[in-house]
T-cell receptor, first 112, second 112 residues
Framework: DQQVKQNSPSLSVQEGRISILNCDYTNSMFDYFLWYKKYPAEGPTFLISISSIKDKNEDGRFTVFLNKSAKHLSLHIVPSQPGDSAVYFCAATTSGTYKYIFGTGTRLKVLA | GAGVSQSPRYKVAKRGQDVALRCDPISGHVSLFWYQQALGQGPEFLTYFQNEAQLDKSGLPSDRFFAERPEGSVSTLKIQRTQQEDSAVYLC??????????FGNGTRLTVT
């Protein structure tokens, strides 16, 4: 049973346009969500996070939106740049615990 | 400062061999995690240490897998009698206790 799902394995976007990556979760106990970015042959690096007390968190070109009723979050990248091409993982956890559940990732390709 | 360091980067083992994977976390990080990432999947939790105490090993796939962190810093993941299904990238992550995990670049294990 996959508690965190990223249903789009890949996404291609033109440079300068918006990239939208989606993530769904099933466990209503999750209250903290993170996005990680992974380049080939490297470990995932933290990108942005959001607590369930918020519905939006912004950091430069990256914005994460959380819809608790739909158990859905999305990562928006505006404007997209070729260096953003990577695999993006959504992760979820419950505060006070240590277990992070990761989605299967979405491979983003930004075309120059 | 130095990040999480894992060695070796690549390991090829013949089926039935034992392997040992090393993780040097960020200095001062209390929490240490091991994750397994199969091809095309997201990282999956294996085990968690707080200092030298292994608080959760529920993700270890079988009793062939063993992890230790005897002095609360460096950790070793050992796999005995490797099988082909053990082929994966093994990721180590550390954390100062906050929600954000800092990952190493992983060890790619191939069992032939």
């Amino acid at each position: 049973d996959q508690q965190v799902k990223q249903n789009s394995p890949s996404l291609s976007v033109q440079e300068g346009r918006i990239s939208i990556l989606n993530c769904d979760y099933t466990n209503s106990m999750f209250d903290y969500f993170l996005w990680y970015k992974k380049y080939p042959a490297e470990g995932p690096t933290f990108l942005i996070s959001i607590s369930s007390i918020k519905d939006k968190n912004e950091d430069g070109r990256f914005t994460v939106f959380l819809n608790k009723s739909a158990k859905h979050l999305s990562l928006h990248i505006v404007p997209s740049q070729p260096g953003d091409s990577a695999v993006y993982f959504c992760a979820a956890t419950t505060s006070g615990t240590y277990k992070y559940i990761f989605g299967t990732g979405t491979r983003l390709k930004v075309l120059a | 400062g130095a990040g999480v360091s894992q060695s070796p980067r690549y390991k090829v083992a013949k089926r039935g061999q034992d392997v040992a994977l090393r993780c040097d976390p960020i200095s001062g990080h209390v929490s240490l995690f091991w994750y397994q990432q199969a091809l095309g999947q997201g990282p999956e939790f294996l085990t968690y240490f707080q200092n030298e105490a292994q608080l959760d090993k529920s993700g270890l796939p079988s009793d062939r897998f063993f992890a230790e962190r005897p002095e609360g810093s460096v950790s070793t993941l050992k796999i005995q009698r490797t099988q082909q299904e053990d082929s994966a990238v093994y990721l180590c992550a550390s954390s100062p206790g906050s929600a954000r995990l800092h990952f190493g670049n992983g060890t790619r294990l191939t069992v032939t």
